[in-house]
């Protein structure tokens, strides 16, 4: 696992954590019978990933979450203590524009995958050239979030994949969005009261959930066969669109227009 640390945020490193200790319980679960085989491994990157993001998002920014484990975090970060859980609870789901895709909240992520997606298959269809990516890039970081993009270390080169060589990475990062939101709805539906669950400080249950229907298999099924087979649904991003739209209108507020 790794992490990374702000001295001023230590929200970036408890949620990051909270991402990576997702993709550990993953691996972790697989089955011992896969072992030294090609299957011990998850089913995509995209399953993967909505493990980590589960955790970190739909368990990790809960309001469930937080009603058990404020009081330790307060503890341990005296300079909590008169901020009341509400208010850490909102601060902690801002939904703004953003220049750092690992920082951005759940409303606007998606838009940062789309912008290295679109830049990954111009340059890889000859389309533009390495030179130009900085100017590409701010442009659609001001088309797309409207920000100013200051430097190339909060723009282009904020992230590794591109120098390690793994193209075509972030896109599972999106479909890791989808899938998790989905798979908590079904989880939500089968595990009884996992919200007051969690609220109780309870997180095995869906650990457990998660290794039954997702984790042991590793990579026996491919993630369109393995969706249905937890959901009996096809991948569907409107679990998505519903999670990020009722939870954020009573974040701010806001009465949701009915879904088309």
Known sequence: MTTHYYEDNVASALFSTMHEGGHALYEQGISEEYRWMPIHKGASMGIHESQSRTWENLVGRSEAFWKYYYPRFQSRFA????????DFYRAINVAEPSLIRTEADEVTYNLHVMLRFEIEEALINGKVEVADLPDLWNAKMKEYLGVEVPDDAHGVLQDVHWSGGLFGYFPSYMLG???AAQFFATARQEIPDLDGQIAAGHLDMLREWQRSKIHQYGALYDPKDLVVRVTGKPLDYH???SEVKEKYSRIYGIVPSESK
Do not use: K
């Open 239 to 241: 679990y998505f669109m």
């Open 79 to 86: 300079q909590f203590e008169g901020v009341p859980v509400e």
């Open 177 to 179: 969005n989808l899938y």
